[in-house]
């Protein structure tokens, strides 16, 4: 069984940085696409960076992009999500998703995290 444990949440200032961890058990990284979301609370689930199998392919969303990098170590079977110039409206619970094709939609992903939480202040 595949298993997903985010870390590196926190608090932080606004234009602070913070870097997200997520380790992957169960099956070996390489073969799965990853992506990193969030959800705010009354908001639904929103995509945030993906990163193909390979790591050849990322994606980020267009809130994020130039500030937030998704990496993955395949041997360390740990995805990375580097955030800088943190923003209040970050401020959401972030989920790691794994999956078989490297979509922006979280309902293609099959496994999951339990999310941590990231609260950017003013």
């Known amino acids: 069984q595949v298993q997903l444990v985010e870390s590196g949440g926190g608090l932080v200032q606004a234009g602070g940085s913070l870097r997200l961890s997520c380790a992957v058990s169960?099956?070996?990284?390489?073969?799965?696409?990853m992506g990193w979301f969030r959800q705010a609370p009354g908001k639904d689930r929103e995509f945030v960076a993906i990163?193909?199998?390979?790591?050849?392919?990322?994606y980020y969303a267009d809130s994020v992009r130039g500030r937030f990098t998704i990496s993955r170590d395949n041997a360390k079977n740990t995805v990375y999500l580097q955030m800088n110039s943190l923003k209040p409206e970050d401020t959401a619970v972030y989920y790691c998703g794994g999956g078989w094709h490297t979509t922006t939609s979280p309902s293609d992903y099959n496994y999951w995290g339990q999310g941590t939480q990231v609260t950017v202040s003013s």
């Open positions: 990163i193909s199998a390979s790591g050849g392919t990322t």
């Open positions: 169960g099956r070996t990284l390489r073969t799965i696409a």
